[in-house]
């Protein structure tokens, strides 16, 4: 099937354009290493990625007796560590740098919306080459609340006076197929992230690829 071509269309990060789990996972064991919590693996870590950092920690000490000055700490270890180390392991996902450029020039504008802090969103896609690809990069801002809520992709269409029905999102985690329903526009699911096929499905994507080498083809 093929589908008009959008005026913009927005990525996830992890786990979509760029693999960034054993990253994210050393970051995450750093943390719990100094509040005394066991490590965990890199599988066991991959469900939680794509709802902010904090909560991942939360989820990666796994007790809901842990008190938040315990939360706080490993999560400022995480984020210190994960700072000094975005892109030891991190790659992007094979076809990436050819599917963005692919895309740029059918004319369409390109913007990654990631629920990670946004000094290290631009780090990691500045790092590993991808930004001179992208027209925007949004990571977590402070005042405004992460996907699925669509404010900050509402913002981001302004910018380029895309409509619901010219924008699309493409991502592998609930948060970005949830953050397309809630925004009304179309989304694509990723099936080698956070969800394979059969969970973007029931989630409710509306087109699933399993590589980036398709996603220009979609698209007359």
């Known amino acids: 099937m093929r589908f008009l071509r959008p005026a913009l269309l927005v990525f996830d990060l992890d786990g979509t354009l760029v693999d960034t789990f054993g990253d994210i996972a050393r970051a995450a064991n750093y943390g719990l290493e100094?509040?005394?919590?066991?490590?965990?693996?890199?599988?066991?870590?991959?469900?939680?990625?794509?709802?902010?950092?904090?909560?991942l920690i939360?989820?990666?000490v796994n007790d809901p007796t842990a008190s938040e000055t315990e939360i706080d700490a490993?999560?400022?270890a995480w984020k210190t560590y994960?700072?000094?180390?975005?892109?030891?392991?991190s790659r992007p996902y094979p076809g990436a740098e050819d599917a963005l450029g692919a895309l740029r020039r059918r004319g369409i504008r390109l913007a990654v919306l990631s629920n990670k802090w946004h000094e290290l969103t631009r780090g990691i896609l500045t790092g590993l080459g991808l930004s001179p690809l992208l027209d925007a990069v949004q990571g977590q801002a402070p005042d405004k609340p992460m996907k699925p809520d669509p404010t900050l992709l509402f913002d981001m269409m302004r910018?380029?006076?895309?409509?619901?029905?010219t924008?699309?999102?493409?991502?592998d985690g609930d948060a970005d197929i949830?953050?397309?329903?809630?925004?009304?526009?179309?989304?694509?699911?990723?099936?080698?992230?956070?969800?394979p096929a059969a969970g973007l499905k029931a989630l409710g994507a509306d087109v699933i690829i399993e590589s980036l080498n398709e996603l220009p083809d979609l698209f007359d």
């Open 34 to 55: 100094q509040i005394g919590r066991p490590a965990v693996s890199v599988e066991t870590i991959i469900p939680f990625v794509g709802r902010g950092g904090r909560n």
């Open 58 to 60: 939360i989820q990666c």
């Open 74 to 76: 490993a999560f400022a």
């Open 82 to 89: 994960y700072a000094d180390h975005l892109i030891d392991l």
């Open 159 to 165: 910018q380029f006076d895309a409509v619901p029905e």
């Open 167 to 171: 924008t699309w999102m493409v991502g």
């Open 178 to 195: 949830v953050l397309a329903q809630n925004a009304g526009i179309l989304s694509i699911g990723v099936s080698w992230g956070v969800h």
